[in-house]
C-alpha cells in the first residue's frame, strides 16, 4: 500500500510558476513509477508527466518545455515545476504511483488556478 499526498496549488497568473509537491507513504525507490495527472472541469483527466524508479522521465507534449517532474529521495517526495503556466494548464493535479505494477493509488488532488 502506499498513501500519496499533494500540496502545493494555488491561484497564479499567466506566465507564472508553481511547484506540486508529491509526498508518498513508502520509499519511493519501491514504487514503479509516479505520475502526475490533472483533470480540468468538464474534461477527462489526462496524464501530465511520469518518473520511474530509475528516474527517467516523460512528459505530455502539451507541457513538455514549461513543466519538470523530479524527485527527493531522502522525502520520498515527487514534485512538478511548472513555468509559464497558461490558463488552460487550470485544473486538479494528482498524483498516481504504482506498486507492483498496480497504478491504483491516487493522492487527493490540489488545485491549480491560472488566470490570464
Known amino acids: 500500500q502506499v498513501q500519496l499526498v499533494e500540496s502545493g496549488g494555488g491561484l497564479v497568473q499567466a506566465g507564472g510558476s508553481l511547484r506540486l509537491s508529491c509526498a508518498a507513504s513508502?520509499?519511493?525507490?519501491?514504487?514503479?513509477?509516479i505520475r502526475w495527472y490533472r483533470q480540468a472541469p468538464g474534461k477527462q483527466r489526462e496524464w501530465v508527466a511520469s518518473?520511474?524508479?530509475?528516474?527517467?522521465?516523460n512528459y505530455a507534449d502539451s507541457v513538455k518545455g514549461r513543466f519538470t517532474i523530479s524527485r527527493d529521495n531522502a522525502k520520498n517526495t515527487v514534485y512538478l515545476q511548472m513555468n509559464s503556466l497558461k490558463p488552460e494548464d487550470t485544473a486538479d493535479y494528482y498524483c498516481?504511483?504504482?506498486?507492483?505494477?498496480?497504478?491504483?493509488?491516487w493522492g487527493q488532488g490540489t488545485q491549480v488556478t491560472v488566470s490570464s
Open positions: 498516481n504511483a504504482g506498486l507492483n505494477w498496480s497504478y491504483d493509488y
Open positions: 513508502r520509499n519511493i525507490f519501491s514504487l514503479n513509477a
Open positions: 518518473i520511474t524508479s530509475a528516474g527517467s522521465t
